[in-house]
């Protein structure tokens, strides 16, 4: 790859978190730029330190954090960022996403990002199919943001239904769809 792209994940709070790693790897191995925002919910799932081993850099697990050169990370990650990927995204989520909540750092960058916003579901089949998230989901796409899965397969629950998020490869590909040109 002969561009650098600079990618900025948001890490929501469900199981599925550990395949944002696994995607963190293989986007650095690529020679990806990559900074990591993490929810509290997130961090019950996955190490903030896992992040900042893949990636070099420190993870934005706060609105209010100020990194040790004065600047504060989200508004830089927000300026930096050429594509912000939110996974897993819960219902709860893409609830606060969809209201505009900004009360936490993933929620944030999503309202202050201008870069394009791709958001990977995972939930059990009977809240995907939910009215509201639904309603949530439409509304997130009518302002623009990109959907990628839920997709049928096995679930947390012990099940296969509707919900699973996409694993990593999706992901990276969808991620280098949106910031390298074509040929």
């Given amino acids: 790859m002969a561009l650098s792209p600079r990618v900025l994940l948001g890490i929501g709070g469900g199981i599925a978190a550990y395949k944002l790693a696994i995607l ?8 990806a730029a990559v900074r990591v925002a993490m929810t509290s919910r997130a961090t019950e799932f996955i190490g903030p330190l896992t992040f900042e081993g893949l990636t070099g850099g420190k993870v934005v697990r706060s609105s209010t954090q100020v ?3 004065g600047t504060a990370p989200h508004i830089e990650a927000a300026r930096w960022a050429q594509v912000y990927l939110i996974a897993p995204a819960t219902a709860d989520l893409l609830a606060r996403l969809a209201l505009g909540a900004a009360d936490d750092p993933v929620a944030l960058l999503a309202l202050t990002c201008r870069c394009p916003l791709v958001v990977c579901p995972a939930m059990n089949d009977a809240m995907w199919n939910a009215a509201p998230v639904q309603a949530n989901c439409a509304a997130l796409a009518a302002r623009g943001v990109r959907f990628l899965g839920p997709v049928t397969g ?7 239904a509707i919900g699973r998020m996409v694993e990593p490869e999706a992901m990276l590909d969808e991620i280098l769809r949106l910031v390298v040109p074509a040929p």
Avoid: I
């Avoid at 963190?24 to 020679?31: E, F, H, I, T």
């Fill in 67 to 69: 990194d040790a050169d």
């Fill in 24 to 31: 963190a790897s293989r986007l650095v191995q690529r020679g």
């Fill in 154 to 160: 096995h679930l947390a629950e012990g099940y296969d």
